[in-house]
């Protein structure tokens, strides 16, 4: 595989979580992370594991964020091996009539013929002084 053929592979995977994220899919979410897959939230909260992180997406697209729609830039990949990548862009969260920006770093590993997230830190950025 190519590093373009990767890059594209990549950004499918982000664009496909970023859609079943907006449908509010818990258990989708969490399938796009490795077995062993950590999450580090934007609200400061930490999972290991798909069980904790179908949990916690869960209770973030059904309290907080719930009717929430994300779309994710295609951002950049930087690739350290041949199934290791380093993901990184930015994102907007809609929510009740509110554009919230944020970024995203995600390590990739390729699993199974798909590229997995394997640690993801997203953040949200705060709204800019008055």
Avoid: C
């Amino acid at each position: 595989m190519s590093n373009a053929d990767a890059e594209d592979a990549i950004f499918r995977e982000v664009q496909a979580f970023s859609q079943v994220w907006s449908r509010g899919d818990a258990k989708a979410a969490a399938s796009f992370f490795t077995e062993d897959g950590v999450r580090v939230g934007a609200f400061g909260d930490v999972q290991h594991g798909r069980a904790e992180l179908e949990a916690a997406y869960d209770k973030l697209l059904h309290g907080p964020m719930a009717g929430a729609k994300v779309t994710q830039e295609r951002g950049t990949v930087r690739l350290l091996g041949p199934d290791l990548a380093l993901w990184q862009g930015g994102m907007e969260i809609s929510v009740g009539g509110t554009t919230i920006k944020g970024y995203v770093v995600q390590l990739m590993k390729k699993t199974g013929g798909r590229w997995l997230v394997l640690e993801a830190h997203p953040k949200l950025f705060p709204p800019p002084p008055r």
